[in-house]
T-cell receptor, first 115, second 111 residues
Framework: DAGVTQSPTHLIKTRGQQVTLRCSPK?????VSWYQQALGQGPQFIFQ???????QRGNFPDRFSGHQFPNYSSELNVNALLLGDSALYLC??????????????FGSGTQLSVL | GENVEQHPSTLSVQEGDSAVIKCTYS??????FPWYKQELGKRPQLIID?????GEKKDQRIAVTLNKTAKHFSLHITETQPEDSAVYFC??????????FGAGTRLTVKP
């Protein structure tokens, strides 16, 4: 049973560029949440996708957008990259059963460096 | 929205001693409080969680307590071992599942 998988593991971009990060949820999970984790900080909630729609959004600008596909996998897109976007981007999935939806299982993350 | 504060930011204990990490939350609607352990370069992993209808939960050497009135919850690790060294994050969420994390506590267990 594969856990949450993310790609790529590392990425280097320059300011102004655009980036797409990908996530496949754990088998049996239908909800995907994205987090940004700066060095030495806790994960910051970006948004959550369920049934191919953005259901919740944290305090991130519109440069951050996402998508969820029918197979529950998800993408995070960041436009017009800034130096401050350099961080570990974590994807977390959660399950369908009532009372289990909150239990987040994290992927290993994508380390994004913006130069 | 929910705001979670965590302290201390760093904690150093001798092997065998206990460690306590405390968190406070702001949103009285929050009803689920997990704790995650993140080792260097690895993903956060759920180690224990508690729901608002329970005051305490224990799993071997770790336990979590919740005080809904005061809006704070704590992680207790007894008989600490070097492999407990990691960064620990508390989190809180309401039924909307918009989970907010604390800033983390770096625990070092000295052999």
């Amino acid at each position: 049973d594969a856990g949450v998988t993310q790609s790529p593991t590392h990425l280097i971009k320059t300011r102004g560029q655009q980036v797409t990060l990908r996530c496949s949820p754990k088998s049996g999970h239908d909800t995907v949440s994205w987090y940004q984790q700066a060095l030495g900080q806790g994960p910051q909630f970006i948004f959550q996708y369920y049934e191919e729609e953005e259901r919740q959004r944290g305090n991130f600008p519109d440069r951050f957008s996402g998508h969820q596909f029918p197979n529950y996998s998800s993408e995070l897109n960041v436009n017009a990259l800034l130096l401050g976007d350099s961080a570990l981007y974590l994807c977390a999935s959660s399950g369908i059963q009532p009372g289990r939806r909150e239990k987040l299982f994290f992927g290993s993350g994508t380390q994004l460096s913006v130069l | 929205g929910e705001n979670v504060e965590q302290h201390p930011s760093t904690l150093s204990v001798q092997e065998g001693d206990s460690a306590v990490i405390k968190c406070t939350y702001s949103d009285s609607a929050s009803n689920y409080f997990p704790w995650y352990k993140q080792e260097l370069g690895k993903r956060p992993q759920l180690i224990i969680d508690i729901r608002s209808n329970v005051g305490e939960k224990k799993d071997q050497r770790i336990a979590v307590t919740l005080n809904k009135t005061a809006k704070h919850f704590s992680l207790h690790i007894t008989e600490t071992q070097p492999e407990d060294s990691a960064v620990y994050f508390c989190a809180a969420t309401d039924n909307n599942n918009d989970m907010r994390f604390g800033a983390g506590t770096r625990l070092t267990v000295k052999p």
